[in-house]
């Protein structure tokens, strides 16, 4: 019986470890966009439109559609209560892009259309990171504008959707700062 246990609890142990390590390795491959590394950017004249950013967080964004069907573009319809709700899901790292830029304020696009979400600098502790932007907070919660229709979002694997930061490839982040010069070097007779 002893040994039975022991079985388990190694095995137990080991799947505990091994589902830890992977999501620290998938942590690790991605560092959170800040204002101080937009700075940075700006300051090398990189371009934020060539920059592939990424959401930690899964986004569910949630719209009534009332008692009749309407179209909807994109996203889910489901019928609720006798009411239609359209839902949009953004799976954590979804790749998306930098539609535009307005000072801090990114506009990131996940799909093409007019689908873009706003991210900025928070406040409070996530000052530095860029976190989604929303109005009308409420219980973890916020109204945003997508796809021209105003929708509640909420975050699928957190609390609070303000904790949804965007965040770029640790790879993506070496090549930025990395500067490489070739030299061709001087040959006899090259006076400058």
Excluded: H
Aim: net charge positive; glycine share 6%.
């Amino acid at each position: 019986m002893r040994r039975i246990s022991t079985v388990i609890l190694s095995f137990t142990s080991a799947l505990v470890l091994f589902s830890c390590s992977s999501s620290r390795k998938l942590n690790k491959s991605y560092v959170p966009f800040t204002r101080d590394l937009k700075q940075k950017l700006d300051k090398e004249n990189i371009d934020l439109k060539q920059v592939q950013f990424y959401v930690d967080q899964k986004l569910i964004l949630t719209r009534n559609l009332g008692d009749q069907k309407l179209e909807v573009k994109s996203g889910i319809v489901r019928l609720e209560n006798g009411k239609y709700i359209n839902d949009v899901i953004i799976p954590a790292l979804t790749p998306g892009i930098c539609e535009s830029t307005d000072n801090d304020k990114l506009m990131i696009s996940f799909e093409k259309g007019n689908n873009d979400l706003a991210f900025g600098p928070g406040s409070g502790y996530t000052y530095n990171d860029y976190v989604l932007y929303g109005t009308e907070w409420k219980n973890g919660t916020a109204a945003v504008t997508y796809d021209s229709n105003k929708f509640r979002a909420s975050c699928g694997s957190c609390t609070d959707v303000a904790s949804a930061t965007l965040v770029i490839r640790k790879s993506e982040l070496d090549k930025m700062e990395r500067k490489i010069r070739t030299l061709k070097g001087r040959t006899v007779g090259d006076s400058k």
